[in-house]
């Protein structure tokens, strides 16, 4: 079975600082990207930031120069270091991995989230 773990979620105060990490069991495969999405109450879920398994990184606009996504591939880690936090960041966190199979196709993986609550 694959899992993915996420933690370091929490309450925060704008302008306050969090590290998401996501940890995976049952993998054996390489794991092409992993990325960070969110979903604010009333909201779909969007992109946050993904991360190639050479270190490529794309960032939503609205997050840029204020959230840093890294991985390691040996722990099979990836995570979100999160500062300047405002309101609006408020919402669950997903992880997401995708998983080359051994038919080069890539199989998507998905965390049950973590709270992000911003607010004063």
């Known amino acids: 079975q694959v899992h993915l773990v996420e933690s370091g979620g929490g309450l925060v105060q704008p302008g306050g600082s969090l590290r998401l990490s996501c940890a995976a069991s049952?993998?054996?495969?390489?794991?092409?990207?992993m990325g960070w999405y969110r979903q604010a109450p009333g909201k779909e879920r969007e992109l946050v930031a993904t991360?190639?398994?050479?270190?490529?990184?794309n960032y939503a606009d609205s997050v840029k120069g204020r959230f840093t996504i890294s991985r390691d591939n040996a722990k099979m880690t990836a995570s979100l270091q999160m500062n300047s936090l405002k309101p609006e960041d408020t919402a669950v966190y997903y992880c997401?991995?995708?998983?080359?199979?051994?038919?080069?196709?890539?199989?998507?993986?998905w965390g049950r989230g973590t709270l992000v609550n911003v607010s004063s």
């Open positions: 991360i190639t398994y050479g270190g490529t990184t």
């Open positions: 049952g993998i054996s495969r390489k794991i092409q990207d």
């Open positions: 997401n991995y995708a998983v080359l199979t051994l038919d080069n196709r890539l199989l998507e993986v």
